[in-house]
């Protein structure tokens, strides 16, 4: 019979064994393709909130508020309806094309019990969350807006704020009238798929489908989730 | 690791990042092949492993934790890596002509050969385990940090893992012996 030490003596001898060098092909092939893939920034700034003191997450969610305020009374203060902000000049560009969708929702501050409840709700495993380091977020506003981009009949935008900060900027699609589909801004590849209901002015969705083409089962879980948290932790509701 | 390399290449720096992962780049794969045993598996999860690495960095939250969460990273793309589909040639690419001859504490090339037999048959998950630990002497706690379960069940992966490796060992050895004493 072997003994403990016996076995940690001859597996660390085996295990100084291998290959210790990263053959140059290798390194060169990510370096080529960096260029090419774009990062992904937090979608979550969870982190900013945990490594602060109750009184710091006050001021700082003070601080949302009264920015909110300002940014809110700056946009709609004397335009009620207004689209978002075009990137380009507007002169030659058809006039919009309005859906059922378009204009600004949100929802009611959420809690980090609501979005994990929504995320359970979903059918993600306890490992899953862990495996994909999900975080919620405490005290989360949720805000969607389906608009124009850049002046283009045929691309729809969709924006996810958080608190006023943008989580996600991609296109979106109506399918049919309880469907659509979104996906990154411009590649024209619609990988998520939500099922929506308008009753009056109270906005519905449930995501159906992610066929997200991220690379790793963690990051598109971790992708998923946060999509599942931002649009079934609450109904939204029609701003003017 | 340089944290400034690490902050410059979370704002996009490619050339920051080209320098990370020189410097990482052969840690990152001597830790990927000794989880897969398998070289090209272990290049490939290297090489998707870096490129998440770029991908991700923004979501970073410690620059000075870089090490710790690039071998989490890694880890995933090994498990991605081997959970993709199995190959089941044998894997016989001679190694390069820098790798190392056996250590002195190996006592034979037939303990070698049962002890990677043994170590095919733990899952991904404890052979990373038993590879942060004794290969990088990882702590305890911070492999429980770096791959994100708790202090317990790094634990209980390792100790199952050794009574695996134990048993591979002890169970190739035994015939020998009843050999020798007939």
């Given at each position: 019979?072997?003994?403990?030490?016996?076995?940690?003596?001859?597996?660390?001898?085996?295990?100084?064994?291998?290959?210790?060098?990263?053959?140059?092909?290798?390194?060169?092939?990510?370096?080529?393709?960096?260029?090419?893939?774009?990062q992904r920034r937090a979608w979550w700034p969870a982190w900013r909130f945990l490594n602060m003191?109750?009184?710091?997450?006050?001021?700082?969610?003070?601080?949302?508020?009264?920015?909110?305020?300002?940014?809110?009374?700056?946009?709609?203060?004397?335009?009620?309806?207004?689209?978002?902000?075009?990137?380009?000049?507007?002169?030659?560009?058809?006039?919009?094309?309005?859906?059922?969708?378009?204009?600004?929702?949100?929802?009611?501050?959420?809690?980090?019990?609501?979005?994990?409840?929504?995320?359970?709700?979903?059918?993600?495993?306890?490992?899953?969350?862990t495996v994909s380091d999900w975080t919620?977020?405490?005290?989360?506003?949720?805000?969607?807006?389906?608009?124009?981009?850049?002046?283009?009949?045929?691309?729809?935008?969709?924006?996810?704020?958080?608190?006023?900060?943008?989580?996600?900027?991609?296109?979106?699609?109506?399918?049919?009238?309880?469907?659509?589909?979104?996906?990154?801004?411009?590649?024209?590849?619609?990988?998520?798929?939500?099922?929506?209901?308008?009753?009056?002015?109270?906005?519905?969705?449930?995501?159906?489908?992610?066929?997200?083409?991220?690379?790793g089962?963690a990051s598109?879980?971790g992708?998923?989730?946060?999509?599942?948290?931002?649009?079934?932790?609450?109904?939204?509701?029609?701003?003017? | 690791m340089d944290t400034d390399l690490v902050v410059r290449a979370q704002s996009g720096d490619?050339?920051a990042f080209?320098s990370l992962a020189v410097a990482a780049g052969d840690r990152l794969h001597s830790v990927a092949?000794?989880i897969?045993?398998?070289?090209?598996?272990?290049?490939?999860?290297t090489?998707?492993a870096l490129l998440n690495i770029w991908r991700d960095l923004p979501q970073l939250r410690d620059p000075a934790r870089f090490d710790a969460w690039s071998y989490r990273l890694l880890v995933r793309a090994c498990y991605?890596?081997?959970?993709?589909?199995?190959?089941?040639?044998?894997?016989?690419?001679?190694?390069?002509?820098?790798?190392?001859?056996?250590?002195?504490?190996?006592?034979?090339?037939?303990?070698?050969?049962?002890?990677?037999?043994?170590?095919?048959?733990?899952?991904?998950?404890?052979?990373a385990v038993?590879v942060l630990h004794?290969y990088l002497d990882m702590p305890l706690e911070g492999v429980a940090d770096t791959l994100g379960i708790p202090l317990?069940t790094v634990?209980?992966?390792?100790?199952?893992?050794?009574?695996?490796?134990?048993?591979?060992?002890?169970?190739?050895?035994?015939?020998?012996?009843?050999?020798?004493?007939?």
């Amino acid at each position: 019979m072997s003994t403990d030490r016996d076995i940690t003596s001859v597996l660390r001898s085996w295990l100084e064994e291998g290959v210790t060098v990263l053959p140059d092909r290798v390194l060169d092939a990510v370096l080529d393709q960096v260029p090419t893939t774009p990062q992904r920034r937090a979608w979550w700034p969870a982190w900013r909130f945990l490594n602060m003191n109750t009184y710091a997450r006050l001021a700082v969610a003070a601080a949302a508020v009264v920015l909110a305020a300002v940014v809110g009374i700056g946009l709609y203060g004397n335009s009620v309806g207004r689209q978002p902000v075009p990137t380009t000049l507007p002169t030659a560009s058809p006039p919009p094309e309005s859906n059922p969708l378009t204009g600004t929702w949100e929802t009611g501050m959420t809690t980090c019990a609501e979005q994990n409840a929504a995320v359970e709700a979903a059918g993600f495993t306890a490992r899953q969350m862990t495996v994909s380091d999900w975080t919620c977020n405490d005290m989360r506003q949720f805000t969607i807006r389906f608009g124009l981009q850049g002046g283009q009949s045929d691309i729809h935008s969709l924006r996810a704020y958080g608190n006023g900060q943008l989580d996600w900027d991609g296109s979106y699609r109506i399918i049919d009238d309880a469907t659509f589909e979104a996906g990154d801004l411009g590649d024209g590849l619609y990988y998520i798929t939500y099922r929506y209901a308008i009753d009056g002015d109270q906005l519905t969705i449930d995501m159906i489908e992610d066929r997200s083409p991220r690379e790793g089962q963690a990051s598109r879980l971790g992708e998923q989730m946060v999509q599942t948290a931002i649009y079934e932790t609450s109904t939204f509701t029609r701003q003017p | 690791m340089d944290t400034d390399l690490v902050v410059r290449a979370q704002s996009g720096d490619e050339g920051a990042f080209a320098s990370l992962a020189v410097a990482a780049g052969d840690r990152l794969h001597s830790v990927a092949h000794r989880i897969l045993r398998d070289i090209d598996l272990a290049e490939d999860a290297t090489q998707q492993a870096l490129l998440n690495i770029w991908r991700d960095l923004p979501q970073l939250r410690d620059p000075a934790r870089f090490d710790a969460w690039s071998y989490r990273l890694l880890v995933r793309a090994c498990y991605a890596e081997a959970s993709r589909t199995r190959r089941w040639t044998p894997n016989l690419r001679m190694l390069p002509a820098d790798e190392p001859m056996a250590a002195d504490g190996m006592s034979s090339v037939v303990d070698r050969d049962q002890l990677d037999r043994g170590f095919r048959r733990l899952s991904i998950d404890h052979r990373a385990v038993v590879v942060l630990h004794h290969y990088l002497d990882m702590p305890l706690e911070g492999v429980a940090d770096t791959l994100g379960i708790p202090l317990g069940t790094v634990r209980s992966r390792l100790h199952y893992a050794m009574r695996g490796l134990r048993a591979a060992l002890d169970a190739d050895a035994r015939p020998v012996k009843r050999e020798a004493a007939q």
